[in-house]
Nanobody, 127 residues
Framework: QVQLVESGGGLVQAGGSLRLSCAAS???????MAWFRQPPGKEREVVAA????????YYIDSVKGRFTISRDNDKNTVYLQMNSLKPEDTAVYYC?????????????????????WGQGTQVTVSS
């Protein structure tokens, strides 16, 4: 069972930046990876995903141009660089790994595509 450990969350003012990291106990290079978030009182939603195959990426519209997902397969680590943060980005952010290797998420990733989850890291953006 893989373990995913997120870090890098915290409190930041609007317009600021944070970089989240997700360190995996196992190999990540053959898995699609993603970041989800759950704002207070709302359902969890995908934020960004990265393919295992060609490092194609997916972003929800509200973070396009502000967030960047990347991976370092040598370190089994996935990152989420978050710039120009807004109060509506406040949420618990979760790292996730695909249910199986060599499996991609199609045009629109969802929770159903991912089977391993981290414990989450809180991101709070003040106005």
């Amino acid at each position: 069972q893989v373990q995913l450990v997120e870090s890098g969350g915290g409190l930041v003012q609007a317009g600021g930046s944070l970089r989240l990291s997700c360190a995996a106990s196992g190999r990540t290079s053959i898995y699609a990876m993603a970041w989800f978030r759950q704002p207070p009182g709302k359902e969890r939603e995908v934020v960004a995903a990265i393919s295992w195959r060609t490092s194609n990426t997916y972003y929800i519209d509200s973070v396009k141009g502000r967030f960047t997902i990347s991976r370092d397969n040598d370190k089994n680590t996935v990152y989420l660089q978050m710039n120009s943060l807004k109060p509506e980005d406040t949420a618990v952010y979760y790292c996730a790994r695909a249910r199986a290797p060599w499996l991609d998420y199609g045009n629109s990733p969802s929770s159903a595509d991912f089977g391993s989850w981290g414990q989450g890291t809180q991101v709070t953006v003040s106005s």
